[in-house]
């Protein structure tokens, strides 16, 4: 099953904080973020693989939950490059990759 | 390091003729590939699992016999795209790994079928 991520889609001005969540209904083995850009190919941002596991990157952190069942991108004082599609993408242990739903994130000046 | 070229970057093809799309690993060797299609402003949907000497492993709904996928070796993979039709117009992006821990995409290659 497809992980479900919200919001579908969020405008934000520079600045300005977001969360992005990236819920299973199962326990996955991991889970990664990545951007993508209109026409371009996802970028990686970051895995995590334990439960209660947070990382940071930059002004871009991640987190994933005890069960392993939902994880959260957190974008903080957001800047016009941080414009795009964000994804989670998750394994579940039969070496199959699924992308969530996606979120749309907009920064305008 | 890491990087992952995809050929072409764009194709546009008749209806009913065959397009190859190739998906390499540049400085790595990967053990699997992975196919992805995705329509526009939808999630890139996995395709197939491509493991280097072997069959690919096809996702449900996914026909095998119209998305042949060939990896040759621990650098190449290959999609081809038999008898295409409007409706398989889409993005097809490769990714290469040497397990789940990352993936490392390529920059996709834009698929029109006129």
């Known amino acids: ?14 600045g300005e904080d977001a969360v992005i969540n990236c819920s299973s209904s199962k326990a996955l083995y991991s889970v990664h973020w990545y951007r993508q850009k209109h026409g371009e190919a996802p970028v990686f941002l970051m895995i995590l693989l334990k439960g ?24 903080t004082a957001s800047q016009l490059s941080y414009s795009g599609t964000y994804f989670c993408g998750t394994e579940t242990g039969t070496y199959k990759y699924i ?10 000046a | 390091g890491a990087v992952v070229s995809q050929h072409p970057s764009w194709v546009i093809c008749k209806s009913g003729t065959s397009v190859k799309i190739e998906c390499r690993s540049l400085d790595f060797q990967a053990t699997t590939m992975f196919w992805y299609r995705q329509f526009p402003k939808q999630s890139l949907m996995l395709m197939a699992t491509s ?20 990896h040759a070796s621990l650098t ?17 992006i490769c990714s290469a790994g040497q397990g789940t821990l990352e993936q490392y995409f390529g920059p996709g290659t834009r698929l029109t079928v006129t």
């Open chain 1, 1 to 14: 099953q497809q992980p479900v991520q919200s919001p579908q889609a969020v405008i934000l001005r520079e």
């Open chain 1, 52 to 75: 209660g596991e947070q990382k940071g990157h930059e002004k871009i952190s991640a987190s994933f939950n005890e069960k392993k069942q939902q994880s959260s991108l957190y974008l």
């Open chain 2, 51 to 70: 493991n280097e000497g072997s069959k690919a492993t096809y996702e449900q709904g996914v026909e095998k016999d119209k998305f042949l996928i060939n």
């Open chain 2, 76 to 92: 190449l993979s290959t999609l081809t795209v038999t008898s295409a039709h409007p409706e398989d117009s889409s993005f097809y």
């Open chain 1, 99 to 108: 992308f969530g739903t996606g979120t749309r994130l907009k920064v305008l």
